[in-house]
T-cell receptor, first 114, second 114 residues
Framework: DSGVTQTPKHLITATGQRVTLRCSPR?????VYWYQQSLDQGLQFLIQ???????AKGNILERFSAQQFPDLHSELNLSSLELGDSALYFC?????????????FGPGTRLTVT | SQQGEEDPQALSIQEGENATMNCSYK?????LQWYRQNSGRGLVHLIL?????REKHSGRLRVTLDTSKKSSSLLITASRAADTASYFC??????????????FGKGTKLTVNP
């Protein structure tokens, strides 16, 4: 158990809908990272927050947004969902805001768009 | 963008044998990390090696880094069925403005047959 929690575990929704994925980092970790894992694209970095502020951005679509709250939990919002958004979404946390240290991954949310 | 690339894509061995996976990357790095992922689950950090280190050990794991060849290898000795998983290397990638992100390869799928 990494100490990172993600809810829900599974989500099935229809195209065009909007969903919110939630992540709670390890106690004491200030950084939260979001990743998308699909069979064809592999593990893709989406976005990072550090202590409530956006720190780095990756291949995140404009339909997607995220935020980190004062209690350090984070939410990833996916809107106007398309079939291609079906994937595993992981959140990871780290003590540091840099890539100099390991990241601890949650169990993931499996999103299926039908 | 993909920084690290693992080789081979898949590896099947017998219990007790050693498994070697390789990772090549393109640009200079501060560190290289290896992660393990059991099917459909979150990634687990295995080992981090910094750019000024050549070799690192952790239990049955041995990681080497050759920055001149931009490559790393992960050796798992005396493999067990429980080592069956996908193994990913991740390198840090810097962007304009100082933001950083971890870039993961597509992984090596290791199967250890009992």
């Amino acid at each position: 158990d990494s100490g990172v929690t993600q809810t829900p575990k599974h989500l099935i929704t229809a195209t065009g809908q909007r969903v919110t994925l939630r992540c709670s980092p390890r106690s004491g970790d200030l950084s939260v990272y979001w990743y998308q894992q699909s069979l064809d694209q592999g593990l893709q970095f989406l976005i990072q927050y550090y202590n409530g502020e956006e720190r780095a951005k990756g291949n995140i679509l404009e339909r997607f947004s995220a935020q980190q709250f004062p209690d350090l939990h984070s939410e990833l919002n996916l809107s106007s969902l398309e079939l291609g958004d079906s994937a595993l979404y992981f959140c990871a946390s780290s003590t540091s805001g840099t890539t100099l240290y390991e990241q601890y991954f949650g169990p993931g949310t499996r999103l299926t768009v039908t | 963008s993909q920084q690290g690339e693992e080789d081979p894509q898949a590896l099947s061995i017998q219990e007790g044998e050693n498994a070697t996976m390789n990772c090549s990357y393109k640009t200079s790095i501060n560190n290289l990390q290896w992660y393990r992922q059991n099917s459909g689950r979150g990634l687990v950090h295995l080992i981090l090696i910094r750019s000024n280190e050549r070799e690192k050990h952790s239990g049955r794991l041995r990681v080497t880094l050759d920055t001149s060849k931009k490559s790393s290898s992960l050796l798992i000795t005396a493999s067990r069925a429980a080592d069956t998983a996908s193994y990913f290397c991740a390198t840090d990638e810097r962007h304009q403005g100082g933001s950083e992100k971890l870039v993961f390869g597509k992984g090596t799928k290791l199967t250890v047959n009992p």
